[in-house]
Structure formats: structure tokens, C-alpha cells
T-cell receptor, first 113, second 112 residues
Framework: NAGVTQTPKFQVLKTGQSMTLQCAQD?????MSWYRQDPGMGLRLIHY???????DQGEVPNGYNVSRSTTEDFPLRLLSAAPSQTSVYFC????????????FGNGTRLTVT | AQSVTQLGSHVSVSEGALVLLRCNYS??????LFWYVQYPNQGLQLLLK??????LVKGINGFEAEFKKSETSFHLTKPSAHMSDAAEYFC??????????FGGGTRVLVKP
């Protein structure tokens, strides 16, 4: 009964480095999404997917890429890390109904120096 | 653009006192509204959701929220605060689409 699993929990990058944040869910949810959380700004949507092979941009997509090759996995790639990407990143999933709540992972705390 | 506004980034209450967290949304169509709670170093957990079945919605841990269309509000209340209610609370809204919008969050401090 794992739900949404994110790895790693913590990461420190230097400016210009790239990395992938992993997200997996075992609830057979069609919808998956990535948010970043910054103090006073709530959660902002980066990218989302409504099913395998389908992705779309959210509110703050620049500097991030996603892919959805399977229903279970939705990795987030930082192409060239910048200090402005220092944040806490959350992956969340739900079933295909708009009024269904999101299920969140425990987050990845990323620091870019 | 759709938006959610939470009044007050920090709220301090005494144990046993009323907890009131305010949320207003902008919407031209009936929304889906949610309250989530976040404990330290954890992801968000659903407290309750409004989906038009009833204007007063009861959630977990004794919380409830009232949907008021005329005021475009969805305020969260709990009659008697407990120390375990110390957390950050987020109001969010969705509509027929895939982009759930979150408010800025309200951090609740409970004083003994």
C-alpha cells in the first residue's frame, strides 16, 4: 500500500547540473502531476499527464521536462539546474475524475548552489 | 485566471479555541474545492472536499467547511483546536480541467 513514492528525499546540485526526480504510484491512477512548493506561494503546477504518452505544461514549466512511458511512473527532469529551482517538489496523482482528490508523495527537497 | 486566496499566512490559536481559516476563490463556473493539510516534512493530505452535494462539508479530525457561492468562499473551521492541529493548511480549487490551483497556505500554531 505504498501510494505515491518519490525519490530522492533530498538532493543538492550545482548550477548547470542535470538530474531526474523519480515518482511512482501503485494506485493505477491515470492523472499524475508535479508541483513545486515555495514559501508563501502555495503549490504551483509544473507539468501533468492524463495518461501514458500524454503530457502537458502547467503554470511553471520552464527548465523542466517530463515523460510518461507507463501508467505508474512520471519522472521530472531538470535540464540545467539554476538556483531559482531550489524548492520542495511534490508528485501527486488521482483517478480520471476532476473532483477526485490528489494523492501526494512526501516530496523531494532540492537545493541548487 | 482562476485563483485561490487564503487570508493570513499564519494563524495562532489557543488549545480549545475555534480554528477559522479563510479561503476565497475566483470562478465563473461551479468549482470543485478542497482543503489539504501538510504536517512537517510530509506531503499534503486531504481534509475534505466540496463537490456540490452539500454546502456544509465535514472532513477528518473534526474539521468542516462551508461553501458560500454568494461570497465565493470556502472557509475551514474546527470548534476546538488540539495541539495536533499544528500544521499548514491549503485551500485548492479545480474545475472541468486538469489544473488544480492552490492558495498560498496558512500555517496554524496552537498554543497550550
Amino acid at each position: 500500500n505504498a501510494g505515491v513514492t518519490q525519490t530522492p528525499k533530498f538532493q543538492v546540485l550545482k548550477t548547470g547540473q542535470s538530474m531526474t526526480l523519480q515518482c511512482a504510484q501503485d494506485m493505477n491512477h491515470e492523472y499524475m502531476s508535479w508541483y513545486r512548493q515555495d514559501p508563501g506561494m502555495g503549490l504551483r503546477l509544473i507539468h501533468y499527464s492524463v495518461g501514458a504518452g500524454i503530457t502537458d505544461q502547467g503554470e511553471v514549466p520552464n527548465g523542466y521536462n517530463v515523460s510518461r512511458s507507463t501508467t505508474e511512473d512520471f519522472p521530472l527532469r531538470l535540464l540545467s539546474a539554476a538556483p531559482s529551482q531550489t524548492s520542495v517538489y511534490f508528485c501527486a496523482s488521482r483517478d480520471r475524475f476532476f473532483n477526485s482528490p490528489l494523492h501526494f508523495g512526501n516530496g523531494t527537497r532540492l537545493t541548487v548552489t | 485566471a482562476q485563483s485561490v486566496t487564503q487570508l493570513g499566512s499564519h494563524v495562532s490559536v489557543s488549545e480549545g479555541a475555534l480554528v477559522l481559516l479563510r479561503c476565497n476563490y475566483s470562478s465563473s463556473v461551479p468549482p470543485y474545492l478542497f482543503w489539504y493539510v501538510q504536517y512537517p516534512n510530509q506531503g499534503l493530505q486531504l481534509l475534505l472536499k466540496y463537490t456540490s452535494a452539500a454546502t456544509l462539508v465535514k472532513g477528518i479530525n473534526g474539521f468542516e467547511a462551508e461553501f458560500k457561492k454568494s461570497e465565493t468562499s470556502f472557509h475551514l473551521t474546527k470548534p476546538s483546536a488540539h495541539m495536533s492541529d499544528a500544521a499548514e493548511y491549503f485551500c485548492s480549487r479545480g474545475a472541468a480541467g486538469n489544473k488544480l490551483t492552490f492558495g498560498g497556505g496558512t500555517r496554524v500554531l496552537v498554543k497550550p
